[in-house]
Nanobody, 121 residues
Framework: QVQLVESGGGLVQAGGSLRLSCAAS????????MGWFRQAPGKEREFVAV????????YYSDSVKCRFTISRDNSKKTVYLQMNSLKPEDTAVYYC??????????????WGQGTQVTVSS
């Protein structure tokens, strides 16, 4: 099973940028699609973005489309989330996981502790 550690979160003003990283362990990382998710206080975890195992295909939730970019480096077993034009409603704990590209609710790894992103207005 894929183990995951997220990092890169922090406090940023609205309109600012952050780059999240997700480091994975396990020999099969490069064979998995990878997804980013977030959970705001009092809300359920929601899908943010997914990238195919080779990185050739990506898909985003409507709420982050054109602002966030997901990418991966299989040689480093790491997936990234570049977040631009951040809004207060992006405030959440962000998680990554190995997922089914066509159904990101299906995951194959252990959830990490996530990384907190706080956007001030």
């Amino acid at each position: 099973q894929v183990q995951l550690v997220e990092s890169g979160g922090g406090l940023v003003q609205a309109g600012g940028s952050l780059r999240l990283s997700c480091a994975a362990s396990g020999r099969t990382f490069s064979s998995y699609s990878m997804g980013w998710f977030r959970q705001a206080p009092g809300k359920e975890r929601e899908f943010v973005a997914v990238i195919s195992w080779r990185g050739g295909s990506t898909y985003y939730s409507d709420s982050v489309k054109c602002r966030f970019t997901i990418s991966r480096d299989n040689s480093k077993k790491t997936v990234y989330l570049q977040m631009n034009s951040l809004k207060p409603e992006d405030t959440a704990v962000y998680y990554c996981n190995a997922v089914d590209y066509n159904d990101p609710s299906t995951n194959f790894g252990s959830w990490g502790q996530g990384t907190q992103v706080t956007v001030s207005s």
